[in-house]
């Protein structure tokens, strides 16, 4: 799974966008009211506890034929991860971090060296004791060129691998090249799976890991099981085992949740007209993953008229994110009011400018560009990048801002328009840290700051975000650098999408939060 833009997600949006997109331009022809005409969708999947044993179903898009069950590969088969290892430390459904096979963490007076207590009696799949030399062993691993991991990035710049501290089998001390006090949460990410020390030529086929189930086969790209560990540090896990098929098609994917043929669509996004048959079905219904995904209309900065903060500022007044929530959404998300941290993050702030048409007017005459005409890149890459455009364009029309909803080949969107027009749409998955999400597309100089703002004020708060220990200190200077995004940056961010599951009516214990998914609860009704 990219960390990016999911390659799978391709196959979901031929179908999906043209109902989608035409959802959205009717209420903007008709003007009435996309959320109250729309039936309503469940908010949740069935409560009430699972039978234990059974096989969940689960449906994927395909991958590439170099999958891998390597975590910290970029080519790693996503799905199978969390079921097959664990991390040092994870993420909670707060946001805040919790323990993993790490059961507490703490650092030195200058955020430099962080020392992790390791969990006791925990064993591989292959019987062998988990210790302190396989978490470094991970890190080392996740660090080699040779692995070519996309986390290599994050952590190289604060990791020297030959000074991590093994002092005893349960104890690791990482000391860093430059102080870091949200070092904890750079190791959720799904590349920071724990594996064995000396595994690396072998890992990609034979999946050992300390989680709830071990393997029993795996194809590159095609079906794959896995079966209840027993032996789990957290217990046994409900099911008896998990079969993984990939489906290429989205159509084919509901019409086997519709027919009973799989229990669960992974990284499928329904959009709004499946959503409504699935829901409608008796076999099949709804679960949401509430605001999963952030979308975004980026403004590159080094193009004009972008290049002027005072019109980056007037296309931000100009809509009302109410608005896009309401039309592109139907009411399944929440607005962002161009904040990209996710509502429910601890760090997250929710003071923001105001929709003003009137001021972006007087911005844009101040920049000599009253009645400014812009194209809007959109594709079939995902169902709701036209759908917000359509909403965005018609919101800023207030503003007297002339929007052309340009829709690009879905196939080549990522390669030829984004990070290459100046004003197109996109998304990122939420679940990120507060500091990963700013390194990672805000900071100077990322290669994966989609705007290319470039901010020294802004670098500078990130910095001593970092250094700073103090927790409500650095929490306010994380809401410092979010009020910087929002009144400076080149992003737009209209909403917080719900990601929309196709999920049976016979899964028990569903629960799915950023790159998170609880595999040792989830079960079957009727098993």
Known sequence: MSDI?????RSVLAAGVASAAALGGSWLLTGCSGAEAAPVLPAAAAKGAPDRGGTLRIARPPASDAETLDPASSLSAYEYLGALYNRLVRVAANGELAPDLAESWETDAKARTWTFRLRKGVAFHNGRAFTSADAAYTLRHILDKATASPQAAVLAPLIDPEKLGTPDAHTLVVPLKSPNAEFPSLLTHYNCYVIPDGSAKSIGRTGIGTGPFKLESFAPAGPGRVTAYKDHFAGRPVLDAIAFYSVADMSARSNALL???VDLLSQTNLDFATARVVA???RATIARVKNAQWYVLPMLTTEKPFTDVRVRQAMKLAYDPEHVV???LQGAGTPGWDNPVPPNYPAYISAHPKHDPEKAK???KQAGHEGLAMDLYTSSYDPLFTPMALAYQDSAKRAGIRIKVKTASAD???????MKKPLMATYWFTG??????????FRSGSSYNETAWSDKQFDAVLDKARAEIDDTKRRELYGEAQTLVIERGGAMTPMFADRLVGISRKVRGYAEHGFEFDYLNIGLKGA
């Open 259 to 261: 027919a009973g043929q």
């Open 326 to 328: 309401k039309v592109a």
């Open 432 to 441: 990120r840290p507060v500091d990963q999400l700013f390194t990672q597309i």
């Open 280 to 282: 409608a079905s008796d």
């Open 5 to 9: 833009h999911h390659p799978g997600r």
């Open 362 to 364: 007087y911005l844009l």
């Open 412 to 418: 080549s969107y990522y390669t030829q328009i984004w």
